[in-house]
């Protein structure tokens, strides 16, 4: 079966999105995503949609799930490199994607999720066993 | 009824399962860069294409996708026009609301699909089938 591959790297999962996805894929990737947070303990996600050239309002719901999802599963989901005519599109659409964060790349989404995290410890006095710096 | 003017050449093209869906969306998306549409409208329109071409998969139980390109005086344009046979929409104004469903979506499909191109049109038979047509302009 065609699936889109969940990477992992210390807390957080990281995907690429690099191919037109039919609407089952979309929700293939959610399941994997959903059970890969609680099987690994993530604590951070980050979706890279830098290839999609379009994002309507299947692949748009279906990004704000696993963003709900994870919260519950206590993961944080950052959605990176929206394409500017993608977003200005997806306004028009009548989906802004609320309770959805984003950032421009990889990297300023990482920061995002690091920084995200460490508040969080600091305010939880989470004692987790997080390998950050 | 909407102003299509002279129509250049078609393409038609069927929707019966998801992966057609992403089909028609990579058909749109060659014709508009055929066209020189600007990537801004490309993605305005392949979106629409993949709302529109959506609905006839999941509400009217498949159909086809015909593609054309129009020509009404100096400006050209696409037109995407979505028929099927199934049970056609009760109430169209209602449908055409965002946030409306009779399915699991958004009800951003018409309303969405309406906004993102210049002009749209639907013809809805309860028991005959819909058509939804719609033309981005250049």
């Known amino acids: 079966m065609e699936r889109i591959p969940i990477l992992r790297m210390g807390n957080f999962l990281l995907v690429t999105i690099q191919v037109d996805m039919h609407d089952q894929l979309a929700l293939t990737l959610q399941d994997d995503l959903t059970n890969r947070i609680a099987e690994v303990g993530a604590k951070g996600v980050l979706i890279d949609i830098s290839s999609l050239e379009i994002v309507d309002s299947f692949i748009g719901r279906t990004l704000a799930n696993i963003a709900s999802m994870a919260r519950v599963l206590d993961a944080e989901t950052v959605v990176v490199g929206m394409q500017p005519a993608v977003a200005i599109t997806l306004v028009e659409l009548g989906m802004p994607l609320p309770g959805i964060r984003t950032a421009l790349n990889v990297e300023s989404g990482m920061d995002h999720l690091r920084e995200i995290l460490t508040s969080h410890e600091e305010n939880y006095d989470y004692d987790g066993d997080s390998t950050e710096d | ?138």
């Not at chain 2, 014709?31 to 998969?57: C, D, H, P, Y």
């Not at chain 2, 037109?79 to 055409?96: H, M, Q, T, Y």
């Not at chain 2, 049109?121 to 005959?128: A, D, M, Q, T």
């Open chain 2, 1 to 138: 009824m909407i102003t299509t003017g002279t129509v250049q050449k078609t393409e038609k093209i069927p929707i019966q399962n998801s992966s057609d869906v992403v089909a028609v969306r990579q058909r749109v998306r060659a014709w508009v860069l055929e066209m020189k549409f600007s990537l801004v409208e490309q993605t305005k329109i392949v979106t629409a294409a993949s709302e529109l071409g959506r609905n006839t998969l999941e509400h009217g139980g498949g159909g086809f996708l015909e593609l054309a390109q129009v020509a009404n005086g100096s400006r050209s344009g696409i037109r995407l026009r979505f028929s099927d046979n199934g049970p056609g929409i009760e109430n169209v104004e209602l449908a055409l609301k965002d946030g409306y469903t009779s399915g699991q979506g958004m009800g951003l499909g018409l309303g969405g699909s309406k906004r993102l191109m210049n002009e749209f049109e639907i013809e809805s038979k309860l028991n005959v089938g819909t058509t939804v047509t719609v033309i981005r302009w250049k």
